[in-house]
């Protein structure tokens, strides 16, 4: 069993930027993949960006590329998602992850947080 907590969301406006956490507890955290998804009001579940266990390899969506940074230390046990040039269109809930692999699909996670609310103003 995994248990996974975020935190760093807020409300911010536009251009501004965030890093939200998660902190992983529970069985070996460096053996799995994280990911990050959101969801807006009245939209499915997205993916944003994963990594593997090592950090050697990353994916993001397209709609984030070249803004968001996924990044992780095992020795903390914590995940991180830097999000810079916020835009309104990336106002949702975040939840962090974790998989057996970096894949955009949801239902290859095994173990969510509840989420963390990120708000961009125009």
């Known amino acids: 069993q995994v248990q996974l907590v975020e935190s760093g969301g807020g409300l911010v406006q536009a251009g501004a930027s965030l890093r939200l956490s998660c902190l992983a507890s529970?069985?070996?955290?460096?053996?799995?993949?994280m990911g990050w998804f959101r969801q807006a009001p009245g939209k499915e579940r997205e993916f944003v960006a994963a990594?593997?266990?090592?950090?050697?390899?990353?994916s993001y969506a397209d709609s984030v590329r070249g803004r968001f940074i996924i990044s992780r230390d095992n020795a903390k046990n914590t995940n991180y998602l830097q999000m810079n040039s916020l835009k309104p269109e990336d106002t949702a809930v975040y939840y962090c992850?974790?998989?057996?692999?970096?894949?955009?699909?949801?239902?290859?996670?095994?173990?969510w947080g509840q989420g963390t609310q990120v708000t961009v103003s125009s």
């Open positions: 992850a974790v998989g057996n692999r970096v894949t955009y699909y949801s239902h290859d996670y095994d173990y």
């Open positions: 529970g069985r070996t955290f460096s053996m799995y993949a």
């Open positions: 990594i593997s266990w090592s950090g050697g390899r990353t």
